[in-house]
């Protein structure tokens, strides 16, 4: 055991673990509606297309408004921000659960992505700003909360919507609501970094740092691989709500695993972008083998969990790569960097279903494989400007590891 517990991912203040738990409910968001993708196509006569288009508006939206999160932040402060976002997914939550048509709920989704925008570039600030341990025990929390929502989300998705629909929707409002109050009760004082103003440029003027250029390009096209096993892969299976709820589920915690214990270790013996490059080309393999047995459920299936070990290990390092790749405030790199790669999982499900149409269910995913091999080709490309990332004196992964075994030795 170790000597102290001042350095736990676990030993956090309740103010982290209230934001911690909101997260883990924004991220339900994600994968929440994907269990019921072919109800609902079913259900509001809606094609695969249209179907699709409920990730675009949410991640489209998402991705565009975190350019000005930031700039919001700083000037209202990180508790209002986080309510501000979290009050918005109530309301389009419950909006989107009400509604009669496929693009009502398209459009709410959007709403829901604005709330989740505001939220979501909040919280990793805030996370870090008051979690103790530093910032890597803070970055392993927040993607443990990350894990662990896009895990539950398809489950609660499949379990709610094995009778209707709308059941995941109200799922989200009752949630969401209890995180709001218990980020109002629960988040007192100073957190984040302060309330400087943040200017409106900021983000934009970040996307010119090249080494956060190279990794925020490299995550669009990661993020093509990433939605596209998440989003199209609900049609290829033909389960129920609750089969591909359960399918999600262990995609979803095989993810968790490796973001929280697998990268750390694996960043102690190795550099960040060895990291991204090895487990690149994996990934792609295993889209490749998606394709290929795409008319096998049970083979999808395993490709589908093989591929959450992947994400996995790929969620963490970039986001460690992120934190360090500039000088900038945290709200600011993550605004930016966010931006790109979520307009990367906004065009990816249309972009897959429309494939899908006019070929076969295996063009997707080699289509998902290609841009991931792409996202591999820009880190490779960009390796020099990204050669501080790997400096061992900034080594939080070595710190998360250590963490990690000093609580379970």
Request: a neutral charge.
């Amino acid at each position: 055991m170790s000597g102290t517990t001042t350095g736990s991912v676990w030993n956090q203040p309740a103010q982290v673990w209230a934001v911690a738990f909101a997260c883990v409910v924004a991220f339900m968001g994600i994968g929440l509606v994907d269990p019921i993708l072919p109800a609902i196509a079913a259900s509001l006569e809606a094609s695969p297309f249209e179907t699709e288009l409920l990730f675009t508006s949410y991640l489209l939206v998402t991705g565009l408004a975190m350019l000005v999160t930031s700039w919001i932040s700083s000037r209202i402060g990180a508790k209002a921000t986080l309510l501000t976002g979290l009050g918005l997914i109530v309301v389009f939550s419950l909006l989107c659960a009400l509604s009669g048509s496929v693009d009502a709920v398209i459009g709410f989704r959007a709403g829901w992505g604005l709330g989740n925008a505001l939220f979501i570039s909040t919280a990793l600030a805030t996370i870090v700003g008051a979690a103790s341990g530093g910032s890597s025990a803070a970055i392993v929390l927040y993607e443990a909360a990350l894990g662990l929502g896009i895990a539950v989300g398809p489950l609660l998705g499949g379990l709610l919507g094995e009778h209707s629909w709308r059941g995941p929707f109200f799922g989200v409002v009752a949630l969401m609501a209890i995180a709001f109050i218990a980020v109002l009760t629960l988040l007192r004082g100073p957190v984040g970094e302060g309330r400087a103003p943040v200017p409106f440029s900021a983000p934009f003027r970040a996307l010119g740092r090249p080494a956060l250029a190279v990794l925020a390009v490299a995550a669009l096209f990661y993020n093509i691989g990433f939605f596209v096993l998440l989003a199209f892969s609900p049609f290829p299976l033909r389960f129920g709500a609750m089969g591909i709820g359960l399918t999600f589920f262990g995609w979803g915690v095989a993810l968790a695993v490796t973001s929280v214990w697998v990268a750390p270790l694996l960043m102690r013996r190795m550099s960040r972008t060895a990291i991204i490059l090895a487990t690149l080309p994996l990934l792609a393999v295993d889209l490749v083998a998606a394709g290929v047995v795409v008319a096998s459920p049970p083979a999808l299936v395993v490709c589908i969990v093989i591929g959450g070990l992947l994400l996995g290990i790929m969620n963490t390092v970039l986001t460690e790569a992120v934190m360090e790749a500039t000088d900038l405030p945290r709200s600011v790199a993550s605004s930016a960097y966010s931006a790109v790669r979520f307009l990367g999982g906004a065009m990816a499900p249309p972009i897959a279903a429309a494939l899908a149409h006019a070929f076969t269910d295996t063009v997707p995913y080699l289509f998902a494989a290609a841009a991931v091999l792409v996202a591999a080709l820009i880190v490779l490309l960009g390796r020099r400007v990204l050669s501080h990332i790997d400096d061992p004196a900034d080594g939080p992964g070595e710190d998360a590891e250590a963490i990690l075994v000093g609580d379970a030795a």
